[in-house]
């Protein structure tokens, strides 16, 4: 796997953006039983950066915390098989991946929602990666089951690498 990190506001959280970013994201691909070798770009930006691409991207003119933007087109979350099909569109021929999708996380939130939800920024930070690799994998949290089970697959992702609420 590989992680391309583009960090627009030089944030500096006290830890390795990107290992951390890294660990999490192989952990979710772990869990989930994904065997490809992907690659996967990682922004982290400001309220305004993240504000402009909510607008255009989902018409939401307002800034959030993290935004996903899965490459595959699942017919249901978490079956890869679908990547075969979509092989030809997905191959990177430089990497030899498959281009598995964009993560952009606000620099901001993770620190105002760490603060507000009482725990680390490492555990904010990780728990957005996480949150967001699971939409790369097709999962959604529209519907209350939904998010439930993407609420227990984010806690079993932190709990196994040991990043917990405090």
């Known amino acids: 796997m590989t992680f391309y990190v583009e960090n627009e ?25 994904c065997d490809y070798d992907v690659e996967i770009g990682l922004t982290i930006t400001d309220d305004e950066g993240i504000r402009e691409l909510n607008k255009s991207f989902r018409d939401i003119d307002a800034p959030t915390d993290v935004l996903s933007f899965p490459n595959v087109s699942y017919e249901e979350a978490g079956d890869f098989s679908v990547i075969e099909s979509e092989k030809n ?9 498959i281009m598995f999708g964009d993560i952009v996380i606000n620099e901001m939130r993770v620190r105002s929602q760490a603060e507000e939800y009482g725990h680390s920024l490492l555990r904010e930070f990780a728990f957005l ?18 998010a439930k089970v993407m609420e227990e697959k984010q806690r079993k992702v932190l709990d196994k690498l040991g990043i917990s609420r405090e």
Do not use: Q, W
């Open 9 to 33: 506001t030089g944030a500096d959280f006290g830890f390795d953006i990107e290992k951390t970013a890294m660990d999490v994201a192989l952990e979710v691909l772990g869990s989930e039983e």
């Open 89 to 97: 569109d997905l191959f990177n021929p430089d990497t030899g991946r």
């Open 129 to 146: 990666v996480a949150h967001s690799m699971l939409h790369l994998c097709g999962y959604d949290h529209i519907e209350d089951a939904e």
